[in-house]
């Protein structure tokens, strides 16, 4: 069985401060990772995902994350936070669903709050 | 293109009426999902749509809820008999997912804020 933890309920920063979003996952089988954002009073948008092409994954607005198997870490980083990067953020994995790819298995989110 | 579209957006219910709720899917895409997002539980999986196979239902809380997919495109989800727990954020989403592709991407729609007085 496939899961996520999330470190960190909320995390606050520093405009300009480096961003770092922890998740670790669980998985019997090699995982496919996702990272969404949820600005408030939306939906969830894909930020990166993780297929096992490349360890580091590049995604939109300068997010970035690294796929550590040894340390079964997929961390969300940013060099230098925005104003407009102030949203929940939720850690993923696919449940592996024979072969298909099934329903996303979601960490409890870590809220990020952006001071000026 | 067009998004992954919901309605309504807000419903407010009686406890112990129905309610229905609409996902149209992102067009060609074969696979639909639906989720509840509450502050108690999270992001929790409710039911599964790929293509003409059986529905995943693993992750309906009680058999007061059910889903069913029209055509391969439109969703509607019904919580018969509405309880104040059920009160939360439903999350349609929905993927290419074809030739059971395992990286496909979910695209999600605004989501359903259900209250339940």
């Known amino acids: 069985a496939q899961s996520v933890t999330q470190l960190g309920s909320h995390v606050s920063v520093s405009e300009g401060a480096l961003v770092l979003l922890r998740c670790n996952y669980s998985s019997s089988v090699p995982p496919y990772l996702f990272w969404y954002v949820q600005y408030p009073n939306q939906g969830l948008q894909l930020l990166l995902k993780?297929?096992?092409?490349?360890?580091l994954v590049k995604g939109i607005n300068g997010f970035e994350a690294e796929f550590k198997k040894s340390e079964t870490s997929f961390h969300l980083t940013k060099p230098s936070a925005h104003m407009s990067d102030a949203a929940e953020y939720f850690c993923a994995v696919t449940r592996n669903y024979g072969g298909s790819q099934g329903n996303l298995i979601f960490g409890k989110g870590t809220k990020l709050s952006v001071k000026p | 293109g067009a998004g992954v579209s919901q309605s309504p957006s807000n419903k407010v219910t009686e406890k112990g009426k129905d309610v229905e709720l609409r996902c149209d899917p992102i067009s060609g895409h074969t696979a639909l999902y639906w989720y509840r997002q509450s502050l108690g539980q999270g992001l929790e999986f409710l039911i599964y749509f790929q293509g003409n196979s059986a529905p995943d239902k693993s992750g309906l809380p009680s058999d007061r809820f059910s889903a069913e997919r029209t055509g391969g495109s439109v969703s509607t989800l019904t919580i018969q008999r509405t309880q104040q727990e059920d009160s939360a954020v439903y999350l349609c989403?929905?993927?290419?997912?074809?030739?059971?592709?395992?990286?496909?991407?979910?695209?999600f729609g605004p989501g359903t804020r259900l209250t339940v007085l």
């Open positions: 993780y297929t096992s092409a490349a360890t």
């Open positions: 989403a929905s993927s290419l997912a074809w030739r059971g592709e395992n990286t496909d991407t979910q695209y």
